[in-house]
């Protein structure tokens, strides 16, 4: 019987440090020849799909939040997408790195098709890397619909002359629907755990929590953008209550599965309360106060593993860079509740602005999780001068290793794409956006779970009723606190609710001044330095006051164009058949 050869390649990424920082898929430089004979080249072959999940050293577009309200850096290397003033390219990585895998993934499930017909076994044999296979193909498809939209679907090996290579684009609505298939595919062919030496890789349960935030991001997008993103020629079929049905009921099947908990170690003094400050570092038992290790944390879904000792390490300048290019904006640091957990405006917890601590006090530990370690007690810091780096006074201390545990580049904590609290997020918003409203019930096995955590009272009914809230925005707070900074979630969020046109489309807002020691101690801000001026109305958790913009409306036209990327020019000359997204 004649041997099945392919050939594996994958690009070799340069990480460049300083002052930027390259948001490129982390691709190993590989090169070698499998043969397709036997069930472990299936294994290996499947491993490598492994590389396709996002990096952590990415700081934007599938990384982090730093391009949208939140973002305080303004160095123009990618703050210029959530400002609206980016232009299409000639290449993109996305597209390129995105097809790269889906060619290779093709390859994978086109020789098992040959292994079974060549008479090397039974497709049995390698039902677990085929399905491996499927949730990578929807995995990438997934992540070129949320930067483009409607893209080119590849379900088979491709050449320079293939036909399908000069093909239209498809919908998104045909993307979705090839998504929602290829992961139906892993589903029903992984394991039901992956625990152990399997620690790391996807199983049915994880690949059903990744269909529910499909089902729950296109659903709401479908809902709230509408047809407005479609590029010409894209139809409609738009399945928005049939999905956001299907993903409270995804979302509930893997919470009755029981696999996964949210790591909450609070009754342990040691820790302080801040067992979501610890739950992102953890390692060694010297990783955090309580001793705990990393193999104490159920909570990950959809995770890449690292290990220090076997040199498997994060890398490059994760921790640095994340310091100063995700810290907060005013606006990301009055979302977080009081501890009567109403909003700050709403509470009379509320300690108002007088120093930057007093905004710290009786708040949502995630807040202190995040920022408080740059907290002064009982002061503020001086406001920087506003320039392109960063406009923050505070550092993110989410992803930080504590202590100096680990030296920058040497980290070996575990890394999310997908967790647990993540999967509770999204019942409480797909059942509410299904059924218009929520139970207390349903409220006490979902978010409240999570704010027990944050040491913030339930969301309840009553909460919200007795002081004029909202239900879906209390929900909606609930998902962008405790997801910040995972996966793009903020990004992604405010683009499928339709709110980023006006989020990002405004003034962006650094520090209240009014009432604050910054109005009348000229060594902790300069009025000269405040080079766009102020908000005269800012609605602070104390009223409409006066506040520092560090970012102007006028240097942010951003609209509806923004949500999605233009295609990359040189894919649009090459074949002709591709309509640009609208706009660009």
Known sequence: MKKIIILFSAVCVLLSCEDKFLDLDDLDSITEQVYFDEPQNFVDAASNLYRGLHSPQATSGDGFDMITDYGTELSGYFQDYGQGLNAASDTDL??????????????????????VEYGYGDLSDIRVPVAEAYFFRAYQHFRLLKRFGGVPIITEVTNVDSEILYAPRNSRYEVVQQIIADLDLAIAGL??????EDLGKISSTAAMAYKARVLLFEGT??????????????????????YIAEAVTLAKAVMDKGQYQIWNKNDDPNMDNNSYKWLFTLEGSDSNP???????????????????????????????INLGRNAPTQ?????????DGLPIAKSPLFQGYATQSDQFINRDRRMWGNFGESVIEN???PIPVISSVNNSNLSNWKFTSWNNYRTVGTEAFNYPHLRYAEVLLTYAEALYERDGSISDADLDISVNIIRDRAGIAPLTNALVASNDLDMLDEIRRERTVELYMEDNNHWNDIRRWDIAVDLLNTDLVGYVIEGTAYETDETLFDPDTAIYGYVENYPSGVGPVKALIIDPVGNRPYNHKNYLWPLPINETVINTNLVQNPGW
């Open 94 to 115: 996305y597209w390129d790195n995105g097809y790269s895998y889906i060619r290779t993934i093709n390859v994978l499930l086109e020789k098992a098709d040959e292994y």
């Open 191 to 196: 394991p039901e755990t992956a625990t152990g």
């Open 221 to 242: 997008w479908e809902k709230y953008v509408g047809t407005v993103t479609d590029f010409e020629g894209s139809g409609s079929g738009s399945q928005s209550v049939a």
């Open 290 to 320: 309580g001793g705990y290790t990393k193999a104490s944390n159920s909570e990950f879904i959809i995770q890449s593993i690292f290990d220090y000792d076997s040199g498997n390490r994060i890398g490059g300048q994760f921790t640095q």
């Open 331 to 339: 606006i990301a640091l009055d979302m977080y509740s009081s501890l």
């Open 379 to 381: 002061g503020s810091r």
